[in-house]
């Protein structure tokens, strides 16, 4: 099994103990005897994974691009054989670099300049301590290196504060140590918590580091660690120079995140990695599907125009939530319920949605929760309704929206779009009534509606 920083942002962002256990197993993992021993299921790749895997590439490369553009090509270091794109008047458009040893550059680094790819272990004496990870050893886990995308090296007392090993703010202001930011380039216009929290481990990870190999009298991590998010505009740093590199940066709240990384080394990921390791891991491992699973390797959806056999990777495995949760009726099949509703329920013995169709509203398994109170009505009745009961308004404290027989209505269910990537995954569903005067009975509304459409990149 193997950590890295990605499942710190899915952890932040899913609350799920299932995906961060199965996230734990390789590939070549799952694949193994003892993999398929255990039932662990394959990461599904969804459609349109790899091209936004390209984009973020594409995106990390211009902005070290914009780095060299404002900084000079001799204050960007890195592999030496870097790939260039450069635009039509010769100027640089996206480099890429290959990762590098950070021992390699951090020596001779001055400050005015970036590591670029630059990577070092997170595990050593110094990080286990104080993170309390000497558990680690008693399991097959690997940690992945630690890579940021970018190191700036700055010049004394340019930052305000640093951060110790330990999470804790020093002073920098009379400093006379080297400061090391952390910058990590983001596709995403708006980084949310998970990316910030991820930006968090790498900036414990360095300060660790330095201590580790004694460089910490000559260098300190600066608390403000950033991130560069994604942006159709030209960077302010390429525009109008080095002074201008904040103004493209996020700065990360470090402090905040810092208690989120405490947590989740000293209480959530030995319980977890522990038990990804045994057969109980699909009873033990918590995990409850809502709309915001849409994007987890796990869910198993069935995604249209994929057939079987035209790459197993993206077909689901019976072991992958969705199929789990139609095989066992767990109750995440019903829509809206919390997932501390569904504890609740669990803990008074009701754990499949058959049980739960049979309970009055004023079952006692209701009083426990504030969602189960108010929807003690709406539960069981949806419950009914995936048993192939009947749909209905259930009672008078029910509400419903409904669409009028007649009324000249138009409907546009549009898509989530991510501006940042300009790759949208999804689909547009449009719907209109009208009446249709060649019909026995004419001049009665008929609804029409268009399909899904999926526009993309590839379509
Ligand atoms: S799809 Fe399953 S594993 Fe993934 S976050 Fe949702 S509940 Fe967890």
Not at 33 to 45: E, K, M, N, T
Not at 412 to 436: E, H, K, M, Q, R
Request: net charge neutral; with cysteine.
């Amino acid at each position: 099994m193997r950590f890295e920083k990605k499942m710190i942002s899915q952890w932040v962002t899913h609350r799920c103990e299932r995906q961060l256990g199965l996230s734990l197993w390789t590939d070549a993992e799952q694949a193994s005897p003892a993999g398929h021993a255990l039932g662990i299921p394959h990461r599904q790749i969804r459609p349109g994974f790899h091209q936004m895997a390209r984009a973020g590439d594409e995106w990390q490369a211009e902005k070290t691009a914009d780095l060299i553009a404002a900084f000079g090509p001799d204050s960007v270091l890195g592999h030496p054989s870097p790939t260039i794109k450069r635009d039509p008047s010769g100027g640089y458009k996206a480099v890429s670099y290959e990762p590098v040893e950070l021992d390699r550059f951090l020596p001779g680094a001055v400050p005015g300049t970036f590591l670029v790819e630059t990577e070092f272990d997170p595990l050593n004496p110094v990080f286990e301590a104080r993170w309390r990870l000497d558990w680690v050893h008693t399991l097959p886990l690997a940690f992945r290196r630690v890579r940021p995308d970018a190191i700036q090296v700055g010049h004394s007392r340019q930052f305000a504060s640093g951060i110790t090993p330990a999470g804790e703010l020093v002073d920098l202001t009379e400093d006379p140590r080297v400061p090391l930011r952390v910058i990590d380039m983001k596709l995403s216009s708006q980084p949310g918590p998970g990316y910030f929290a991820e930006v968090t481990y790498y900036a414990l990870a360095l300060s660790a580091w330095l201590a580790h190999r004694r460089l910490d009298g000559q260098f300190a991590v600066a608390a403000d660690a950033a991130v560069w998010p994604g942006s159709f505009d030209v960077s302010r740093v390429r525009a109008h120079g080095p002074s201008a590199l904040d103004h493209d940066l996020e700065l990360v709240p470090i402090e905040v995140f810092v208690s989120e990384i405490a947590r989740f080394f000293k209480e959530i990921l030995p319980r977890v990695a522990t038990t990804a390791a045994t057969p109980a891991w699909s009873t033990d491992l918590s995990w409850h599907v809502v709309p915001s699973c849409a994007g987890c390797d796990y869910l198993g959806q069935t995604f249209p125009g994929v057939r079987s056999g035209s790459g197993a990777a993206s077909q689901p495995h019976p072991n992958h939530c969705v199929p789990t949760a139609h095989d066992t009726d767990h109750l995440c099949r019903l829509p809206f319920l919390p997932r501390g509703g569904l504890t609740v329920l669990a803990r008074t013995g009701i754990a499949r949605t058959a049980v739960l169709a049979e309970r009055r509203a004023s079952d006692r398994c209701f009083d426990e929760h504030h969602s189960l109170r108010a929807g003690r009505s709406i539960i069981p009745a949806r419950a009914r309704a995936l048993a192939g009961g009947r749909i209905g308004i259930p009672g008078q404290d029910a509400t419903t929206q409904c669409i009028p027989k007649w009324s000249d209505l138009s409907l546009y269910v549009t898509a989530d779009f991510d501006p940042s990537s300009a790759i949208t995954f999804a689909f547009g569903l449009s719907g209109f009534f009208f009446p249709n005067p060649f019909r026995a009975g004419g001049g009665q509304p008929e609804p029409a509606c268009a399909g899904p459409r999926i526009h993309g990149p590839a379509a």
